[in-house]
């Protein structure tokens, strides 16, 4: 285990070895300024619990259909580690401003917090602005921008969220009915979503498809068990799409197509 700056905050220098993971406390713990363990803990379990099962259905696959175990369960340790790594900054940089007796953190207390004050109902009004920090505090803007499993598609779909990122709500229209996207995004595995005028492709037992009628285009998204985007492209190329579902032991045994 490595310190930063506290006996309390700690994170493990693996979060993985051989078939032995760490997740939760066991893998990283906080100071309790924010209050980040129970969403990091929980985070870390759906992470891994996806590409356990996924793995499991891609161990009949090779390296030659595009499938590589190691890939897939090595990017448990690529994001969640990084993703621990800013909770600790986080919740050490809260501690710090709250409880430290250093001369500068106690000037911030005692005089700064002070003269600020009055300005703190006009930042409350700022709705985005509470809006950002709520997300930033629970954990909604954690991504995996840099992980393997985060493909950009070409040509690249502009005005998405990119792979890797949360994937927000929203109010989208799905055969014929409105409704909310996370509400239809509830069945496990992965969720390809297609623009209105996007190519048709077939679902399977580890892919749902859903049109979204309300979003013009012919490209799609695809969303990861844990709700984070994965892949997307401007053009639902099926060539592109079954590589990134073999990449994550989804694809199916015959390449996606029309």
Same mark, same amino acid.
């Given at each position: 285990?490595?310190?930063?700056?506290?006996?309390?905050?700690? /994170?493990? &220098?693996?979060?993985?070895?051989?078939?032995?993971?760490?997740?939760?406390?066991?893998?990283?713990?906080?100071?309790?300024?924010?209050? %980040?363990?129970?969403?990091?803990?929980? %985070?870390?379990?759906?992470?891994?619990?996806?590409?356990?099962?996924?793995? +499991?259905?891609?161990?009949?696959?090779?390296?030659?259909?595009?499938?590589?175990?190691?890939?897939?369960?090595?990017?448990?340790?690529?994001?969640?580690? #990084? #993703?621990?790594?800013?909770?600790?900054?986080? +919740?050490?940089?809260?501690?710090?401003?709250?409880?430290?007796?250093?001369?500068?953190? #106690?000037?911030? =207390?005692?005089?700064? #917090?002070?003269? $600020?004050?009055?300005?703190?109902?006009?930042?409350?009004?700022? &709705?985005?602005?509470?809006?950002?920090?709520?997300?930033?505090?629970?954990? !909604? =803007?954690?991504?995996? @921008?840099?992980?393997?499993? /985060?493909?950009?598609? +070409?040509? *690249?779909?502009?005005?998405?969220?990119?792979?890797?990122?949360?994937?927000?709500?929203?109010?989208?229209?799905?055969?014929?009915?409105?409704? @909310?996207?996370?509400?239809?995004?509830? =069945?496990?595995?992965?969720? !390809?979503?297609?623009?209105?005028?996007? $190519?048709?492709? *077939?679902?399977?037992?580890?892919?749902?498809?859903?049109?979204?009628?309300?979003?013009?285009?012919?490209? !799609?998204?695809?969303?990861?068990?844990?709700?984070?985007?994965?892949? @997307?492209?401007?053009?639902?190329? *099926?060539?592109?799409? +079954?590589?990134?579902?073999?990449?994550?032991?989804?694809?199916?045994?015959?390449?996606?197509?029309?």
């Amino acid at each position: 285990m490595v310190g930063a700056g506290s006996a309390a905050v700690r /994170s493990g &220098r693996r979060f993985r070895r051989g078939r032995l993971f760490l997740a939760g406390d066991a893998a990283h713990t906080y100071s309790p300024a924010t209050g %980040q363990g129970m969403n990091a803990g929980i %985070q870390d379990a759906v992470n891994l619990g996806w590409k356990l099962g996924f793995a +499991t259905n891609g161990a009949g696959r090779g390296p030659a259909e595009g499938f590589d175990a190691e890939v897939l369960l090595g990017s448990y340790e690529s994001e969640r580690r #990084a #993703a621990a790594r800013g909770r600790l900054v986080l +919740t050490h940089a809260a501690f710090w401003a709250e409880a430290s007796t250093g001369r500068f953190p #106690a000037w911030l =207390r005692a005089v700064a #917090a002070p003269r $600020a004050a009055p300005a703190f109902p006009v930042l409350l009004g700022r &709705r985005r602005l509470v809006a950002e920090a709520v997300r930033v505090v629970s954990q !909604l =803007r954690v991504n995996y @921008r840099r992980s393997p499993l /985060s493909v950009e598609g +070409t040509p *690249p779909l502009r005005g998405a969220p990119r792979p890797g990122d949360r994937l927000p709500d929203a109010t989208v229209g799905v055969a014929g009915a409105a409704g @909310r996207l996370h509400a239809v995004l509830a =069945r496990p595995g992965v969720h !390809l979503l297609l623009q209105r005028d996007a $190519a048709p492709l *077939p679902s399977g037992p580890w892919v749902t498809v859903l049109r979204l009628s309300n979003s013009p285009g012919r490209g !799609l998204v695809a969303v990861r068990p844990d709700g984070h985007v994965g892949f @997307r492209c401007a053009a639902a190329d *099926p060539v592109e799409l +079954t590589g990134w579902l073999a990449l994550i032991g989804a694809a199916p045994s015959a390449p996606v197509g029309p």
